[in-house]
Nanobody, 118 residues
Framework: QVQIVESGGGLVQAGGSLKLSCAAS????????MGWYRQTPGKQRELVAD???????SYADSVKGRFTISRDNAKRTVYLQMNSLKPEDTAVYYC????????????WGQGTQVTVSS
């Protein structure tokens, strides 16, 4: 099992910055992808950004150039630096961790609220 603890959400004005952190613990030896998703009421959870163990990244078009994902494999931690925040970035952000195996296993954090005021 993998336990996930997120931190760093909060309230910020438009144009501001926040940094989210997500630390994984437990059976972490085969973790491959780590990423961030977000969800607003009535909408599906969407991928914001993810990063593979060897550092390959992908981003949603809406955040490219503003958000940066990074990870520290030794600390089993993934970060999301969010700059130039917009009100439409307001959502609950969830950390996602994928353990590779015969079947990939997804683990989710409890979510952290990010609110961007206009």
């Amino acid at each position: 099992q993998v336990q996930i603890v997120e931190s760093g959400g909060g309230l910020v004005q438009a144009g501001g910055s926040l940094k989210l952190s997500c630390a994984a613990s437990g059976t972490t030896f085969s973790i491959n992808i780590m990423g961030w998703y977000r969800q607003t009421p009535g909408k599906q959870r969407e991928l914001v950004a993810d990063i593979s163990r060897d550092g390959r990244t992908s981003y949603a078009d809406s955040v490219k150039g503003r958000f940066t994902i990074s990870r520290d494999n030794a600390k089993r931690t993934v970060y999301l630096q969010m700059n130039s925040l917009k009100p439409e970035d307001t959502a609950v952000y969830y950390c996602n961790v994928v353990r590779a195996g015969v079947f990939n296993t997804n683990y989710w954090g409890q979510g952290t609220q990010v609110t961007v005021s206009s």
